[in-house]
């Protein structure tokens, strides 16, 4: 794809592009997107490096005036994790009707809200300079009274603020986003998956906690989740993932985290020292990453056919007031479920599910129909639960205490 001819003879006349020529971590070349572009042809990677998927974006007044729809990072993770994610939150905020649709603003609510607001505010105001008198005119007690007043209007200004906003349908607002990933082995994907985790160990990883984006070590940060029955509860470590990025961003969730494990539990801690031992500039040379992970290869292969491939996902959002909701996707081959997703990201594009532009998969002119996207990215799922408590989706159905969250 690195001939500008070649590329547009490729692509010209197809109905859609999918762009699944990775690994995508330090690269740069954007051939594909821009072929897709010339040829005004919908677009889809399944990038899961944070910096190209940026790249990517860079494209999107391209695609809106090219009239082509183009998802990134449209893969299972990143990708349908993503979906779960929104997904959950929409419902905690109401963003849907009763028919499962996006709710279009209502300019005449909004209005109302906007002036019940203003009227509050003007009245705690007038409470405030009322009391500022009276502690100025009368004794500590009468001043004390007065200022009593005041904060009891201040509080019913507040009140109806409160009021006025769900009136224009907000809803409970999420604290923190948790994504957890789990694959065996390689998952049946070879050297790219471990070319990729190489390549991800040579990178900090961005973290978010209460609007604040910190950076922390790769692989570290061990934290155990319970993928429930089938594969039970695994070691996830840190790794700078794009959806953390995406979810601050456009979901405009304050914490976010990534994680990622595998079995047997030898291959965490491989990559654990790879991340310690290595120096940074040979994890960023891809041609030195590839030779490792081939040399690997053979070992990874034989440890597949023991351990198989298996792959879960589990996705928490903790909301404001102490609420939880969880999903969980389970499934026995990841090649199987990453066909699926992607197939039902495919579908989405070409049945016009997707606006013009460069979308997240959680954006919402990403996909007009989450549910029916979910559907079919969850077929041959050993168990698909989404919205639920996080304590109905544990093997043994227990809380776990005392664990470091970010």
């Not at 990883?205 to 692989?219: D, F, M, N």
């Not at 594969?231 to 979901?251: C, D, H």
């Amino acid at each position: 794809m690195s001939h500008c001819s070649s590329r547009r003879a490729l692509i010209a006349g197809t109905d859609l592009v999918l762009h699944t020529a990775g690994p995508f971590q330090h690269s740069k070349n954007f051939n594909v997107i821009e072929a897709a572009l010339e040829t005004k042809t919908p677009y889809i990677d399944v990038c899961d490096d944070t910096h190209y998927s940026q790249g990517i974006k860079g494209y999107h007044d391209q695609a809106v005036a090219a009239g082509i729809p183009a998802l990134t990072t449209a893969g299972i993770y990143p990708g349908t994790s993503n979906v779960m994610a929104a997904h959950i939150v929409s419902i905690s905020r109401g963003e849907y009707d009763e028919g499962w649709n996006y709710k279009q603003p209502n300019p005449g609510r909004v209005i109302q809200a906007a002036a019940a607001a203003a009227a509050a505010a003007a009245a705690a105001a007038a409470a405030a300079a009322a009391a500022a008198a009276a502690a100025a005119a009368a004794a500590a007690a009468a001043a004390a009274a007065a200022a009593a007043a005041a904060a009891a209007a201040a509080a019913a200004a507040a009140a109806a603020a409160a009021a006025a906003a769900a009136a224009a349908g907000e809803g409970i607002e999420p604290t923190m986003l948790r994504y957890s990933y789990y694959t065996a082995g390689s998952g049946g994907a070879g050297p790219t998956i471990l070319e990729t985790s190489m390549l991800l160990a040579g990178e900090q990883c961005t973290v978010y906690k209460e609007g604040q984006a910190y950076q922390l070590p790769p692989i570290s940060n061990r934290r155990e989740v319970d993928f429930g029955p089938g594969i039970g509860r695994k070691g996830v470590y840190l790794y700078n993932l794009p959806e953390v990025m995406s979810a601050f961003k456009y979901i405009k969730v304050p914490g976010v985290s990534a994680r990622f494990g595998t079995d047997p539990f030898i291959w965490n801690w491989a990559m654990w020292l790879i991340a310690r031992l290595c120096p940074p500039k040979f994890l960023q040379d891809r041609s030195q990453v590839r030779w490792l992970a081939r040399l690997s290869d053979p070992w990874v292969r034989v440890v597949d056919k023991i351990i198989g491939e298996a792959v879960g996902m589990r996705v928490e959002v903790d909301f404001e007031g102490g609420k939880n909701a969880s999903g969980i996707y389970v499934h026995k081959k990841l090649p199987e479920a990453m066909g699926n997703s992607v197939a039902a990201f495919a579908h989405a594009v070409l049945s016009g599910q997707s606006e013009p532009g460069v979308w997240y998969p959680e954006e919402k002119e990403a996909l007009s129909d989450r549910r029916a996207f979910l559907q079919y990215a969850a077929k041959g799922c050993l168990r698909f639960d989404l919205n639920r408590p996080a304590w109905a989706l544990e093997s043994d159905v227990k809380q776990l205490g005392g664990l470091i969250y970010w």
